[in-house]
């Protein structure tokens, strides 16, 4: 049976030091979203629907064109499309990151 969750992302590798009340000495790991999750949410950048994304070790990676970009600051929005009225929970964008190559 295929677990109901992506697979936990590594978000930082040193350790947290030990404080009183919070976690020991560990990395840090994502809570990962549900699997089937990349085809209910929908993403925008400066109101560009993005499209084509692939979930890579636990990432939702969508492709973004340079044109897409704006200098200085860049709008990105985030909505569930298809979600069910019935669930009341919240959701978490724990992370958001943008990776730019340079050729």
């Known amino acids: 049976m295929e677990p109901q ?4 992302v590594l978000v930082r590798e040193y350790i947290v030091p030990r404080r009183v009340g919070g976690p020991g000495p560990a990395p840090h790991r994502t809570e990962p979203p549900a699997r089937g999750l990349e085809n209910q949410i929908e993403v925008r950048l400066n ?3 993005l499209q084509g994304v692939r979930v890579e070790e636990g990432w939702l990676v969508y492709p973004v064109q340079p044109l897409q970009l704006a200098v200085g600051e860049n709008l990105v929005g985030v909505r569930v499309n298809s979600r069910p009225p019935e669930i009341g929970q919240e959701i978490l964008l724990e992370k958001l990151g943008l990776q730019v190559r340079y050729s």
């Open 47 to 49: 109101n560009q629907l």
């Open 5 to 8: 969750r992506l697979d936990p």
